[in-house]
């Protein structure tokens, strides 16, 4: 295979950032420099980054699906309920995916899936503080003084939610809708969070984690991420 490609399995950066270590003349197989993007790599063949030795390792996948509402993030339920697995199980029969974070099961929109444990982590680990971008429809206008009391934090189970944003988009039909962004991942967060103001989410769908955002995926679709996504979910 191409040695950028080869790179890139080695875990080294999307396609575009390994062919920068080569033109930068940071790699070596079998201990000569390459200088050809164009050169390639074989299996019993040695390469070195800045003299240290690389392999690939196994390719790891990601996905982002399109939850629709009435399934739950598990790789398997114990009430027989459909889970996010059950979706892309099909394409998938033999990987080991599962769910990062999770959305509950009256809501929808981007779920990312992997069988990579390191970057599931990374991702939700409230340190890291990936913001996550929600779309929550609310009867009644909601007004700013209300869209105030979300943002500086609420008490859910004894203990005080992070500032978030919170912005009125359209107040439509009796409808308000509103987007709103937050760092943790506490059960049902944003539902119980207007709960605390009397207020209910009617439906609720997620639109973006960090960067990556759902874009014109239909509910139910799933598609794999694309380098410069996986990079980015490496890296947060
Ligand atoms: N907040 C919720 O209320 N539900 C989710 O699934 C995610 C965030």
């Not at 080695?10 to 062919?19: A, V």
């Not at 107040?171 to 991942?185: A, D």
């Amino acid at each position: 295979m191409r040695i950028n490609r080869f790179l890139a399995e080695c875990g080294l950066g999307s396609r575009r950032k390994c062919e920068e270590l080569v033109t930068g003349g940071r790699v070596r197989i079998n201990g000569r420099p390459v200088v050809k993007l164009a050169s390639e790599v074989g299996d019993k063949d040695i390469v070195t980054v800045d003299g240290k030795k690389v392999e690939r390792r196994e390719k790891q996948l990601y996905i982002m699906l399109n939850k629709p509402k009435g399934c739950v993030c598990t790789v398997s339920d114990e009430h027989g309920r459909k889970t996010v697995i059950d979706i892309v199980r099909p394409k998938y029969p033999d990987a080991r995916l599962f769910p990062i974070g999770r959305l509950d099961y009256d809501t929808e929109g981007l779920l990312l899936l992997t069988t990579d444990g390191a970057t599931a982590d990374r991702i939700t680990h409230p340190r890291n503080e990936v913001p996550k971008t929600y779309i929550a429809r609310i009867e009644g206008e909601v007004t700013e003084a209300e869209l105030n009391r979300i943002r500086g934090g609420v008490v859910l189970d004894g203990v005080k939610t992070k500032k978030c944003r919170a912005k009125l988009i359209a107040f439509e039909n009796n409808e308000s809708r509103i987007e709103v962004v937050i760092t943790e991942g506490r059960n049902r967060q944003v539902r119980r969070m207007f709960e605390q103001i009397n207020r209910e989410v009617v439906f609720l769908k997620r639109v973006a984690v960090g960067d990556l955002r759902l874009g014109g995926l239909y509910r139910g679709e799933f598609r794999e991420l694309n380098d410069r996504e996986i990079e980015y979910i490496r890296n947060v």
